[in-house]
């Protein structure tokens, strides 16, 4: 069973920064997809960015050029540094593991942006 635990979530003010990290029980290595989704109340869980094993990224249009995924593969470890947050990035954020046909999620992290 492949365990996914993120940390470095919190309350931050408006225009503020947070990196998240996800560690992965396994070589992420081996990992088709890492990725980061986030779920604010009363709200569906939604893709905030994905990196694959081979480095290619993906972000919502809603974070673009706001936040970065990146992967350290010694360290089992992807990251998601966010600037520039604003409110409506409140969210829980959640880790994904995707690797054909399984997709493990970490418990996640709440990430909370106010003044």
């Known amino acids: 069973q492949v365990q996914l635990v993120e940390s470095g979530g919190g309350s931050v003010q408006p225009g503020g920064s947070l990196r998240l990290s996800c560690v992965v029980s396994?070589?992420?290595?081996?990992?088709?997809?890492m990725g980061w989704y986030r779920q604010a109340p009363g709200k569906q869980r939604e893709l905030v960015a994905t990196i694959t094993s081979g480095g290619s990224t993906n972000y919502a249009d809603s974070v673009k050029g706001r936040f970065t995924i990146s992967r350290d593969n010694a360290k089992n470890t992807v990251y998601l540094q966010m600037n520039s947050l604003k409110p409506e990035d409140t969210a829980v954020y959640y880790c994904?593991?995707?690797?054909?046909?399984?997709?493990?999620w970490g418990q996640g992290t709440q990430v909370t942006v106010s003044s």
């Open positions: 396994l070589s992420i290595f081996s990992i088709d997809t």
């Open positions: 994904n593991a995707h690797t054909w046909p399984n997709d493990y």
